[in-house]
T-cell receptor
Framework: QKEVEQDPGPLSVPEGAIVSLNCTYSNSAFQYFMWYRQYSRKGPELLMYTYSSGNKEDGRFTAQVDKSSKYISLFIRDSQPSDSATYLC???????????FGTGTRLQVFP | DAGITQSPRHKVTETGTPVTLRCHQTENHRYMYWYRQDPGHGLRLIHYSYGVKDTDKGEVSDGYSVSRSKTEDFLLTLESATSSQTSVYFCATPGRGNNEQFFGPGTRLTVL
């Protein structure tokens, strides 16, 4: 079983929809949680970064961490065709810089 | 833009040949990382460096070696490339937050 599980999709939604992307993990020592967005044939770009549990909002994006359930989510409001990309979750323990990535979920937002 | 460039951006080579990929950073980071990305596996750490001449293995280091003779350059070498090393290779450097990393544009390597 992988340390981090992520549904590969593809997830196809109409423009304007609310998108929910999720990852589950097994290592209770994870403290830092990140979401990366990766456009086709590009490098991953950091989208959201959270420490421990709770919510963080940035524009149309909200990251949520539930450590009791070992579950993290990324919500995208008013989704746009430009949001079409692969979204990768990543996490790490305190006192290490080793990131463990999910396999990524491919999102398609159609006009 | 994290100030990371990678070269070459694309390479096709044959089994058994040596290959070196270069990562160059302009922000004087002490740490640098090499990852590979494959379908169904996500990003996996190959090697990392915590200073000039200081390197360590990651999750999938077999068949790869690295060198760091200058702060700005981190080289990844496949001594004898195999088809299983066909992948997209990304270099990364730290961000401002704990455990944040920023990635370069990637090198697409095909081993025939």
């Amino acid at each position: 079983q992988k340390e981090v599980e992520q549904d590969p999709g593809p997830l196809s939604v109409p423009e304007g929809a609310i998108v929910s992307l999720n990852c589950t993990y097994s290592n209770s020592a994870f403290q830092y949680f990140m979401w990366y967005r990766q456009y086709s044939r590009k490098g991953p770009e950091l989208l959201m970064y959270t420490y421990s549990s709770g919510n963080k909002e940035d524009g149309r994006f909200t990251a949520q961490v539930d450590k009791s359930s070992k579950y993290i989510s990324l919500f995208i409001r008013d989704s746009q065709p430009s949001d079409s990309a692969t979204y990768l979750c990543a996490m790490s323990e305190r006192n290490t810089d080793k990131l463990i990535f999910g396999t990524g979920t491919r999102l398609q937002v159609f006009p | 833009d994290a100030g990371i460039t990678q070269s070459p951006r694309h390479k096709v080579t044959e089994t058994g040949t040596p290959v070196t990929l270069r990562c160059h950073q302009t922000e004087n980071h002490r740490y640098m990382y090499w990852y590979r990305q494959d379908p169904g596996h996500g990003l996996r750490l190959i090697h990392y460096s915590y200073g000039v001449k200081d390197t360590d293995k990651g999750e999938v280091s077999d068949g790869y070696s690295v060198s760091r003779s200058k702060t700005e350059d981190f080289l990844l070498t496949l001594e004898s490339a195999t088809s299983s090393q066909t992948s997209v290779y990304f270099c990364a450097t730290p961000g401002r937050g704990n455990n944040e990393q920023f990635f370069g544009p990637g090198t697409r390597l095909t081993v025939l």
